[in-house]
């Protein structure tokens, strides 16, 4: 089944950086698959990896000049970003978190597929509050799931 049927990505939908960048450090892995008119990602890039000819189309990732700083995570309007770090023990991963309450740092939360399932625990690492702008959550979980999970459920 395709996301077009289901609405739910899979890997093999994705243009996603290559093993050998995501084992580098942290990457933007964009979720963006949609030829709508948004382009806010392009100008928030401070490394400028991200470009777009049109204003509909998907945007275009330069993995080599990522950074994986994750400021564009927080202007996507469609949470359609995240970035990865697969170079350490554990997988580090930035989500946008626009839910209440925001996780603190230390808390354990619910980690979450693509379809909201739950695939194990998470470790809040960090939390960033943005005003005007999507808070973004980092997390650690397992490596085996770092590219799967793509969400968090707080449980209070």
């Known amino acids: 089944m395709s996301y077009k049927e289901d609405g739910v990505l899979e890997l093999k939908d994705l243009n996603l950086p290559s ?14 698959v949609e030829n709508i008119p948004c382009n806010p990602c392009v100008d928030a890039c401070p490394f400028k990896a ?3 000819e049109k204003i509909t189309d ?21 949470l359609a970003i995240f970035v990865v ?12 978190y626009e839910f209440l309450p925001i996780p603190e740092k230390g808390d354990t939360v619910k980690a979450l597929n693509r379809r909201g399932e739950i695939v194990g625990d998470a470790k809040i ?6 005003e005007n702008k999507t808070n973004t959550v980092t997390i650690e979980v397992k490596k085996e799931v770092g590219m799967i999970v793509r969400n968090i459920k707080v449980i209070k």
Do not use: H, W
């Not at 093993?19 to 963006?32: D, H, M, N, S």
């Not at 998907?58 to 469609?78: A, H, L, N, R």
């Not at 770090?85 to 946008?96: F, G, H, R, V, W």
């Not at 690492?125 to 943005?130: E, L, P, T, Y």
């Open 125 to 130: 690492i960090g939390v960033k509050k943005n």
């Open 19 to 32: 093993e050998e960048r995501l084992k580098k450090g942290p990457v933007a892995v964009f979720e963006c």
């Open 50 to 52: 991200v470009s777009m």
């Open 85 to 96: 770090d697969l170079s350490k023990e554990k997988a580090l991963i930035t989500i946008p």
């Open 58 to 78: 998907t945007p275009k990732i330069d993995y080599e000049k990522c950074t994986g700083c994750g400021t564009c995570v927080s202007v996507c309007p469609g």
